[in-house]
């Protein structure tokens, strides 16, 4: 489809984190005009993997776009959001951050005027009656501004990412442009098992048990949870979901720095030090970064911006359906 859209387009993303959105729509044709985040080691990290990018260190919710012309009139406006909570409504003057960031982005638009939008946040926000508020004002900002908008919920496993991970979708263009959106539809006739996308690391230092290990982990990871900035150190996730890393033999409840070497004796009997800790660059393979993405940052910084990361091979089959919709006739 990319030798069928040859032209570039324009884009400006907000809380771009770690680059996961920024780089699939890369891939797809959009090219930042501008990528804002309020943590130093995120934008460290966009500096650090495309120093040609325009990155602003600066809060979602302090961003004037008067002092940032190039903002303007961009063909697309991209938002990889902090998780909301169906606990906090729109309506609440106490509303979380998570929700003041999503009204910021919606706002943002009454500048910014982009041909399209592209939020991507947690699936309940698409359906789910708890969040009928968010969904009510949204739909309400939007048909004043002259856009008509869609939900959608996807699943990187679906796009050859080894991870079960929703992703719920909001996607808006002006005038008549969303007639010609389809949902991306899904490219994996089977989806990519964690041992297939890491065998191959587990094997790097000569771990004797790596193929072993590649068999028995036949299926897709659970959901990475990058966890929170403040508390607590990195991890795979909840409860169940270090149970089900347990019966891929991978232990759940640490990041390790380096893959196993030669004495490494992989044994469940053993608990947790029987299994196998995933290394951050193993977490970012599972989140669909290319190996030679690089995360600025000590390990625990550097997983949680795995963790929280928009799988980049989602954010590129979303970029082609909306440059494919752009290109129409008005």
Known sequence: MEDLLPERFSSLIVCAGAGGLALGLEQAGFDPVLLLDNRSVACETLRLNRPGWNVLEADLLDF??????????????????????????????????????????????HAVQPRALLVENVPDLVSKPAYEPIRTYIARELEHLGYRHRWLVLNAMDFDVPQDRKQGILVAFKGDHLDGFA????????????????????????????????????????TLVGGSWNRGG??????????????????????????????????????AKGLVPLTVGQAARLQGFPIDW?????????????????????????????????????
């Open 234 to 271: 990195a991890d795979l996730g909840p409860t169940g979901s270090k149970r089900t890393w347990a019966r891929m033999g991978v232990n759940g409840g640490t990041v390790a720095d380096l893959v196993p070497g030669p004495d490494f004796r992989l044994d469940p009997t053993l608990g």
């Open 64 to 109: 004037d776009p008067v002092d940032h012309h190039e903002a303007y009139d961009v063909d697309l406006l991209a938002a990889g959001l902090p998780r909301v909570k169906a606990t906090a409504t729109v309506t609440r003057k106490d509303s979380d951050e998570e929700i003041r960031l999503l009204q910021a982005t919606i706002m943002l638009m």
């Open 183 to 222: 949902a991306p539809a899904p490219n994996a006739v089977q989806p990519v098992t964690v041992g297939a996308a890491l065998g191959a690391s587990m094997a790097a230092r000569g771990w004797p048990q790596a193929a072993a290990w590649t068999a028995q982990a036949d299926r897709v990871a659970p």
């Open 294 to 330: 690089e995360f600025a940052g000590r390990k625990t910084a550097r997983y949680r911006q795995v963790g929280h990361a928009s799988p980049p091979p989602v954010g590129h089959a979303l970029g082609l359906a909306i440059r494919t919709a752009l290109n129409l006739d008005e």
